[in-house]
């Protein structure tokens, strides 16, 4: 047999890794930001990420109700 058929165990490593490296259900960031994207389009024409209509929504809920929390607790002192 041809020992240059073989490869090293160091090398399937490798190939592996380089194989998973882009698998967004191993890499925790871009599992997210995959969460967390515009179904229908994930990235702009320029080529920045888009998130939800529904992570904006609630942004903005959340937003608002910090808002008014602090009015009322703060800004009604007097």
């Known amino acids: 047999m041809n ?34 994207a515009d179904d229908l389009r994930p990235v702009d024409v320029r080529g920045r990420w888009k ?3 529904l992570v904006i929504l609630v942004g903005v809920i959340v937003f608002a109700l910090l808002a008014i929390f602090l009015y009322f607790s703060l800004g009604r002192s007097r």
């Open 3 to 36: 020992a240059t058929c073989y490869i090293t165990p160091e090398e399937a490593r490798l190939a592996l890794r380089k194989l998973h490296s882009k698998d967004t259900e191993s890499n925790p960031e871009l599992a997210l930001r995959a969460a967390l």
């Open 51 to 53: 998130p939800s209509s």
